[in-house]
Structures are given as structure tokens and as C-alpha cells.
């Protein structure tokens, strides 16, 4: 299955990681340690490096804080996208819900946007159509930086499934093929971890519209919540549950850690088609 963005393309009938680049100052997980041009572009090409398939550079945090005002979230990203696009052989990606961020990032060379609200903006969709970008559409039950007053009621990986096809078919009548879609069920973006951990056992259902799915598993309060472990110390619950929705048909995953998430991946990807990438001589 290919994902198709500017100027390239992703197979997406294997696994594949996504790595992240918080070019922020108060993210969850790194809490600001690659905040700074020159700090994320490093973190950017040692992600590259380490197997990163993808780069994803994001200015703004999802946390329940003041919104960041769009000029300031461009000038965060914008420097460390033309860099790293100058740099690097994989596809950079932009994270961020803001039409004008978007604008300037594939301007800046950005193949790829990374929108947690799914194309909600209408200006959205009309810069990824114009720009020829590949696009993650992302379910979000509520409203971006609001802490939520209830969680939904319902289905939700039936809710999810059911919002994802009709957004391909709104993608596409806005000018956005299917071919340069990949659906993210939104982990955590306004649900609870028992909701979360029902997704992510049910995740067959978003894979079955037959696009590639994106998980953005990594360091998520689902895992949290499971195994008590604060946010720097889910590495291993990041593995299991990438390795359980590899398992179940998704086959990109949105990390932190892409050096021991890369290995986790390879036998997952062995496990789940018996045709590892390649056979490396045993080391003892």
C-alpha cells in the first residue's frame, strides 16, 4: 500500500516508524530538551539515522495550555523543516492544526502534514491539496489545547471508523486523493485510557478502509494507566502495543525512540508476514 506525498512516496505494506521532533519548549515527553533550531535539527538527523522513516517536526504541544500564536509556532518549525529537508534522504513531515503553519512548512519543503484535528479547517485541506502533500487525518474528539469536561459516550473505535470514511470522502471531493491519506485514530485526543485501550484492540476496524494507519502510540497515558509508569518510562508498553496493532493490520507508528523501537518493529514486521526486511548473521 503506498502513501503517496510531494515529490515521493512511502510503501506502507511494511512497517514503518515515524519519528518525532518536538521543537517545543514544553512537549510531554522530552519537556523541551530539543527545543532550538540547532537541537531539533540534530534530534531530526539522529532520528534519520537510528531508521526514522519519516521526521516530524511539531511546534506546538498538545497540552492543555495558552494556545500558541501561529507566527511563532511557523517560526519554530520552519528553519528546522528547510534544514532538515536539506539534509536528509526520508520525507519530513509537519505537525500542526494551523493552516498558515502548514502554508509556510511546505513551502519550506515539507512533504507531509500531520493535522490532529483531522482537516476540520477547511483552509486545511485547500493548502494540502494545493501543495500536493501527503496528509495524516487524525480523529479528535473535542477541541485542541481544551481539557475536556466529559469523554464521549458510545462506540469509539465504531465512531472513529465511521468518521474516518467519511472524511476520505470529503478529502477527496476537497481535492485530496485517497493515495495521499493516512488515518490516525487520535489516541488520547479527547477519550479516556479505557476508551484508548479499546481503540487499540480494535484497530482491525480503522485498518479495513484500506488505507495505511498511523499509531501514534508512543509514551501515551493508555500505557500509563496500565502499568503506572510516568510518561519517560513507557518504553515498553510503547513496544507491546506497536507490536499488537502491527500484529492487527497498522503499519505506521508515530515514536520517541526510534533505536529500540526499530528492532521491536523488525520482528513484529517478521511475525506479522514472515518475510523479515533482511536476515542479519547472528551475532552471539
Given amino acids: 500500500m503506498i502513501w503517496e506525498y510531494a515529490a515521493g512516496a512511502l510503501d506502507c505494506s511494511r512497517g514503518r516508524l515515524v519519528g518525532i521532533v518536538n521543537a517545543t519548549p514544553d512537549s510531554f515527553t522530552d519537556e523541551g530538551a530539543h527545543f532550538g533550531t540547532d537541537r531539533s535539527v540534530r534530534h531530526g ?3 534519520a539515522e537510528q531508521g526514522a522513516d519519516v521526521v516530524e517536526v511539531g511546534g506546538e504541544s498538545l497540552r492543555f495550555s495558552e494556545p ?11 528553519p528546522v ?15 500542526t492544526f494551523k493552516a498558515p503553519v502548514a502554508e509556510a512548512a511546505v513551502a519550506a519543503g515539507a512533504a507531509i502534514v500531520n493535522d490532529p484535528t483531522g482537516l476540520r479547517d ?18 479528535f474528539f473535542g477541541e ?22 467519511e472524511r476520505l470522502e470529503r478529502a477527496e471531493a476537497e481535492g485530496i486523493p485517497r493515495a495521499r491519506v493516512v488515518v490516525d485514530p487520535g489516541l488520547g485526543l479527547g477519550t479516556s485510557p479505557p476508551q484508548d485501550l479499546e481503540l487499540l484492540r480494535r484497530i482491525d ?19 500509563g494507566a496500565l502499568t503506572g509508569a510516568p510518561a519517560k518510562r513507557r518504553l515498553a508498553g510503547t513496544a507491546a502495543g506497536m507490536v499488537w496493532c502491527r500484529a492487527h493490520g497498522a503499519t505506521l507508528f508515530r515514536v520517541h525512540n526510534v533505536r529500540f523501537l ?13 518475510a523479515p526486511e533482511r536476515w542479519h548473521e547472528v551475532v552471539k
Fill in 81 to 95: 523543516i528547510e534544514r532538515l529537508v536539506a539534509e536528509l534522504d526520508v520525507p519530513v513531515a509537519v505537525d
Fill in 68 to 78: 500558541t500564536p501561529a507566527a511563532i509556532e511557523a517560526a519554530r518549525v520552519v
Fill in 205 to 223: 476496524e480503522v485498518v479495513a478502509l484500506g488505507r495505511p494507519v498511523l499509531v501514534p502510540i508512543s509514551n501515551k497515558k493508555v500505557l
Fill in 144 to 165: 485542541p489545547k481544551v481539557r475536556p469536561a466529559a469523554f464521549p459516550d458510545g462506540d469509539v473505535p465504531a465512531t472513529v471508523a465511521g468518521w474516518a470514511r
Fill in 122 to 139: 477547511p483552509a486545511m485541506a485547500a493548502v494540502v491539496a494545493r501543495a500536493g502533500a501527503g496528509v495524516v487525518m487524525t480523529h
Fill in 262 to 274: 526499530r528492532g521491536a518493529l523488525q520482528v513484529a514486521e517478521a511475525l506479522a508476514t514472515g
Fill in 45 to 47: 538527523v539522529r532520528l
